[in-house]
T-cell receptor
């Protein structure tokens, strides 16, 4: 595997379910990001991790819980979501959180909340 | 808060012509702007970065300009091809925000043969 991978690619869940999204980067980067992309809305930054420490939260509801066990892996734990949380969730990585480097995105997880 | 506007309407052009996409921002001047391409069902792919002290950047058929007075960046694709059809996103980073990007809504480009 190369680049940034995300699993699952598609997820359908009920409002009472608990699920997790997984992201893995094979680029040796030390910063990772979660974004939300809803229909007809810009990409929204949710969480930023640099050197495995959370740097930015951006006032995301507590029903979204990130976890970064090491510099290559990032999880987004989901519980008691709402239908309006249905969106494409994108993971990205970069070399350095405070530099001018490009971000490499994964293919995303298409989440549908029923 | 920073607001970024891109043409929300799709841009349709004929193959071989130059496509010009606009990115306007309000409030603070960004440290730099990035442009990404996104195809349906895929994550964005980085294309170009331009810093606040740069007027123009080029990469093959792509050109980006940055006018801090107008608070605007223009993205040009010369000799456009149907394979250039995609959504193009601009993103900016503020001086204090490191690599945390604020994205525009994107412009969908359709290049017709």
């Amino acid at each position: 595997e190369t680049g940034v991978t995300q699993t699952p690619r598609h997820l359908v869940m009920g409002m009472t379910n608990k699920k997790s999204l997984k992201c893995e980067q094979h680029l040796g980067h030390n910063a990772m990001y979660w974004y939300k992309q809803s229909a007809k809305k810009p990409l929204e930054l949710m969480f930023v991790y640099s050197l495995e420490e959370r740097v930015e939260n951006n006032s995301v509801p507590s029903r979204f819980s990130p976890e970064c066990p090491n510099s290559s892996h990032l999880f987004l734990h989901l519980h008691t979501l709402q239908p309006e949380d249905s969106a494409l969730y994108l993971c990205a990585s970069s070399q350095g959180q405070s530099s001018y480097n490009e971000q490499f995105f994964g293919p995303g997880t298409r989440l549908t909340v029923l | 808060s920073q607001k970024i506007e891109q043409n929300s309407e799709a841009l349709n052009i004929q193959e071989g012509k130059t496509a010009t996409l606009t990115c306007n921002y309000t409030n603070y001047s960004p440290a730099y702007l990035q442009w990404y391409r996104q195809d349906p069902g895929r994550g964005p792919v980085f294309l170009l970065l331009i810093r606040e002290n740069e007027k123009e950047k080029r990469k093959e058929r792509l050109k980006v300009t940055f006018d801090t007075t107008l608070k605007q960046s223009l993205f040009h694709i010369t000799a456009s091809q149907p394979a250039d059809s995609a959504t193009y996103l601009c993103a900016l980073a503020l001086h204090y925000a490191g690599n945390m990007l604020t994205f525009g809504g994107g412009t969908r480009l359709m290049v017709k043969p």
